[in-house]
Every structure is written in structure tokens, then in C-alpha cells.
Antibody, heavy 122, light 110 residues
Framework: QLQLQESGPGLVKPSETLSLNCTVS??????????WGWIRQPPGKGLEWIGT???????YYNPSLKSRVTISVDTSKNQFSLKLSSVTAADTAVYFC??????????????WGRGTLVAVSS | QSALTQPASVSGSPGQSITISCTGG?????????VSWYQQHPGKAPKLMIY???KRPSGVFNRFSGSKSGNTASLTISGLQAEDEADYYC??????????FGSGTKVTVL
């Protein structure tokens, strides 16, 4: 059974870069037509799509975050990653990684990680 | 990129039916049949309930159904049960290789 697990620091200082990894187990990250995404949720607020990546490296980003976001994939580790630069307190959130069915056919997220809370504070 | 509009809260008694709306525009909800719905219980990851407007993943009860008319998508829960109390989010393709979530709706079972 496919599982996703987020990992990374739970505390990041303002102006620094938030870095998270998502490790995929029970299946290959290179399986077509699946894509892999990052979603976040500030405490007490709604979900926000951050971006999505295909195992080939093609990336798609939320326009409001695009200037600060980089999503990458490492197929040898069956892992994909998120980097968010110049963070502020507004970036404090639970960050989820998830598997998405074909990005060009609805991109629904059918399998999710448990999420990891990242706080931005000095 | 603005969130799609959902009512903040919807409530119903056990056994009743409720409908949650998700309103966007012709560039997102109205332009594509790529709307999905997620259920989220407190402290948990979201769960996919509906995809491609009307399709139900295996394992999701048929009490959950989706539809769309114009720029508004809807999720209907029939035979409301206590375990349906949760937050629900819509998600739609928004063109130009982007997606957007709805603002979220808290469902309360009275």
C-alpha cells in the first residue's frame, strides 16, 4: 500500500528557506500517470495548493508562491522535495505531500501524507 | 489566485441531505470538469471524496455525490451521519497549469 511521509525541520527562522522532503513507500514515484504535490494549511485555515511535480521533473506552481517555491524530485530515493524561500510568519502551516492522478485530467489528490507542522519564528 | 467560494458552514440532522456549493468562474469551475472534493476531520489529512465532478473513488460511500451547473459545483451528502461532521473543500483546475482550493465548509450534524 502506497504511503507518503513528510520530513524536515519543524521550526524555521524568518527570511530563511523552508525545506521538506516527502518519501514515497510501497510504490514507485516514477509510475505514470501519477504526479506528486505539496499542499499547506495554516492553523485554523483552509487548504492551499503549493505546486505539483512529475517524476520527469516537470513542475507546476501556485502563481502566488511561484517566486519563492522550488519543487524537485529524486527518483533514486523515491522522494520529492519542497523549498520555500524568504519565509515569514504567514508561512506557518501544516505542510502535506500527496499523490495526484494525471495533472492534466483533474489532478485529484488520492493519497496524502499525515502532514508536518512548520512554524516560522525567531 | 483567489480561493473558490464555499459557505462557511452547513448543518443538518441525521438522515437529512445537505448540499455544499463551490462557486468560481468560467476560468476554473465553469471551464473544466476537473472538480474534486475532500473531507477533513480535525487533525487529519484530507480524504478524496469526489473527483472529476461526479466520480467516486472506491471505498467512498454512495451517500456522497457531486454535480456541477455553470460556475458552481456541489457536493451532496445524503442520509447524513454523525461521522460526516468534518470540513469539506473543493478543488478545481484553474487554467494555465494551476489549481485552486475552495475556502472550505464546516459541516455540523445536529
Amino acid at each position: 500500500q502506497l504511503q507518503l511521509q513528510e520530513s524536515g525541520p519543524g521550526l524555521v527562522k524568518p527570511s530563511e528557506t523552508l525545506s521538506l522532503n516527502c518519501t514515497v513507500s510501497g510504490g514507485s514515484i516514477s509510475t505514470s500517470p501519477y504526479y506528486w504535490g505539496w499542499i499547506r494549511q495554516p492553523p485554523g485555515k483552509g487548504l492551499e495548493w503549493i505546486g505539483t511535480i512529475y517524476y520527469s521533473g516537470s513542475t507546476y506552481y501556485n502563481p502566488s508562491l511561484k517566486s519563492r517555491v522550488t519543487i524537485s524530485v529524486d527518483t533514486s530515493k523515491n522522494q520529492f522535495s519542497l523549498k520555500l524561500s524568504s519565509v515569514t510568519a504567514a508561512d506557518t502551516a501544516v505542510y502535506f505531500c500527496a499523490r495526484s492522478y494525471d495533472f492534466w485530467s483533474g489532478g485529484a489528490f488520492d493519497i496524502w501524507g499525515r502532514g508536518t507542522l512548520v512554524a516560522v519564528s525567531s | 489566485q483567489s480561493a473558490l467560494t464555499q459557505p462557511a458552514s452547513v448543518s443538518g440532522s441525521p438522515g437529512q441531505s445537505i448540499t455544499i456549493s463551490c462557486t468560481g468562474g468560467s476560468s476554473d469551475v465553469g471551464g473544466y470538469n476537473f472538480v474534486s472534493w475532500y473531507q477533513q476531520h480535525p487533525g487529519k489529512a484530507p480524504k478524496l471524496m469526489i473527483y472529476d465532478v461526479t466520480k467516486r473513488p472506491s471505498g467512498v460511500f454512495n451517500r456522497f455525490s457531486g454535480s456541477k451547473s455553470g460556475n458552481t459545483a456541489s457536493l451532496t451528502i445524503s442520509g447524513l451521519q454523525a461521522e460526516d461532521e468534518a470540513d469539506y473543500y473543493c478543488y478545481s483546475y484553474a487554467g494555465s497549469s494551476t489549481y485552486v482550493f475552495g475556502s472550505g465548509t464546516k459541516v455540523t450534524v445536529l
